[in-house]
């Protein structure tokens, strides 16, 4: 299984730091995707990240690809309360294949 | 979350019951999915369904029953859940394509939260 596995399983910040998630796999992948989820709500798209690129951007996300080590971190820049949600990695190994989903970080973010 | 609609948003059943979840997209993708969410696992793929046919049944147990009419319905059908099946159900659409061509995003509806008593 390719199953990412997101580091720390939660994490608790104030207002205005940054955040920093991190997401190992398995095996070799086409693409590596991060999804948000409110609480008992569906995810949403955050940010797509594919085998070739090494570093996005996305208003104050940043995430970060490392193919030889098989991770990924995603950074949140200036967190806000309204970014209080599980964070969870995705991937694929091909471009039509279903996503593959870790566990998830949740952050906490306190005001 | 427009875009893929689920309903019943909660849904508590009984063993011996039959429901069906339903899930509509609006995106104009041909790919659709289950997925389940427990708590403390990660999300399991349950269905996946290209052009409405299904192409990956993830050793789900008989007792769930999917149905894909069209492109834009997917639909999943319960009967005789065990307490151990109560979860988050999630359906996502795609765009998939046969050349490679597709969207690797996924987009999800809101979740069916569904209690087995």
């Known amino acids: 299984s390719q199953q990412g596995e997101e580091d720390p399983q939660a994490l608790s910040i104030q207002e205005g730091e940054n955040a920093t998630m991190n997401c190992s796999y398995k095996?070799?992948?086409?693409?590596l995707q991060w999804y948000r989820q409110n609480s008992g709500r569906g995810l949403v798209h955050l940010i797509l990240?594919?085998?070739?690129?090494r570093e996005k951007h996305s208003g104050r996300l940043r995430v970060t690809l490392d193919t030889s080590k098989k991770s990924s971190s995603l950074l949140i820049t200036a967190s806000r309360a309204a970014d209080t949600a599980s964070y969870f990695c995705?991937?694929?190994?091909?471009?039509?294949?279903?996503?593959?989903f870790g566990k998830g970080t949740r952050l906490s973010v306190i005001a | 979350e427009t875009g893929v609609t689920q309903t019943p948003r909660h849904l508590v059943m009984g063993m011996t019951n039959k429901k069906s979840l339903k899930c509509e997209q609006h995106?104009?993708?041909?790919?659709m999915y289950w997925y389940k969410q427990s708590a403390k696992k990660p999300l399991e793929l349950m269905f996946v369904?290209?052009?409405?046919?299904?192409?990956e049944n993830n050793s789900v147990p008989s007792r769930f029953s999917p149905e894909c009419p069209n492109s834009s319905h997917l639909f999943l059908h319960l009967h005789t859940l065990q307490p151990e099946d109560s979860a988050l159900y999630l359906c996502a659409s795609r765009q998939y394509g046969l050349a490679g061509e597709g969207t690797d995003t996924q987009y999800f509806g809101p979740g069916t939260r569904l209690t087995v008593l």
């Open positions: 095996t070799s992948i086409n693409n």
């Open positions: 369904y290209n052009f409405k046919e299904q192409t």
């Open positions: 990240i594919r085998s070739n690129e």
């Open positions: 995106l104009g993708h041909n790919a």
């Open positions: 995705a991937t694929a190994s091909s471009g039509n294949t279903p996503l593959v």
